[in-house]
């Protein structure tokens, strides 16, 4: 009987310990993620679930500084994967955050053109007459759009440019007001380029020291503070593995890292 009992309180272990892992693996996670990260973040995901087939990522997108109003209001997000550290670093300051902001990746700004091959195009380029449509992301909430004003800045463009303008909410719709003609160039990020939809576009990079880096951070806020399944998801992101896929979609991964 005492040898019966014993096996029998071992398996009840054993199905409690099983039954934690299962439901920690099938806790919902979700992502509020930068639209410059997503043809990035989709395959993150992607990678994550093949090796937690029970993990529920749930990825939303747009721009970082909507999000960041979002999740102070109190938006139901368990990440925040910003285009830049400023908004996460904000979050943590103001207690929305489970520790600190970590950044993760490096974006890059491009010049893209559905009807001119754009590799050979400068920002100098964008004064000519056949571009009357310029679209970048509004730089009052969209990194991207942020950096896109200051390298026309650095450049002595702004002032001549600005009449051209048209502000996307964030760098996706960006990239579709140029895709569907409604732009006829963009300032876009490099991550973008690596969209199926655009494989084999000409872009050209443009050169980092006429803007302020592109730092791009994370958070897990303080909803995820207790979710195994953003815990998770946050380690995956700073493993080998994870960085390869970032570096596969245009960005460089911080030494810090």
């Given at each position: 009987m005492p040898h019966l009992l014993k096996r029998l309180l071992a398996g009840m272990t054993s199905f409690a310990l099983t039954l934690t892992v299962a439901q920690a693996d099938q806790?919902?996670?979700r992502i509020a993620a930068a639209a410059s990260l997503r043809p990035a973040m989709d395959e993150l995901v992607a990678d994550y679930r093949s090796s937690h087939p029970g993990a529920r990522l749930e990825a939303v997108y747009g721009s970082s500084g909507s999000f960041r109003t979002q999740i102070e209001n109190g938006?139901?997000?368990d990440l925040f994967f910003s285009a830049d550290m400023d908004f996460p670093?904000?979050?943590?300051?103001?207690?929305h955050a489970a520790g600190e902001a970590v950044p993760y990746a490096e974006g890059r700004l491009v010049l893209w053109s559905g009807g001119d091959d754009a590799s050979t195009l400068t920002l100098q380029s964008l004064t000519a007459e056949r571009f009357r449509r310029i679209a970048i992301a509004n730089p009052r909430h969209a990194p991207y759009g942020a950096r896109a004003e200051e390298a026309l800045r650095s450049s002595g463009l702004w002032d001549a440019l600005e009449p051209k303008l048209v502000f996307a909410e964030n760098i996706g719709q960006a990239l579709?007001?140029?895709?569907?003609?409604?732009?006829?160039?963009?300032?876009?990020?490099?991550a973008q380029m690596h969209g199926l939809s655009l494989e084999g576009a000409a872009f050209q990079v443009i050169d980092a020291d006429l803007h302020q880096p592109l730092e791009n951070g994370y958070i897990?806020?303080?909803?995820?503070?207790?979710n195994p399944a953003?815990?998770?998801f946050a380690a995956f992101v700073q493993s080998p593995e994870a960085q390869r896929i970032l570096e596969?979609?245009?960005?460089?991964?911080?030494?810090?890292?």
């Open positions: 806790t919902t996670a938006a139901p997000f670093q904000a979050l943590e300051a103001a207690g579709q007001m140029v895709h569907s003609g409604a732009a006829d160039v963009g300032i876009l990020a490099l897990i806020t303080r909803r995820g503070a207790e953003a815990r998770g596969n979609y245009g960005f460089s991964i911080p030494r810090s890292h």
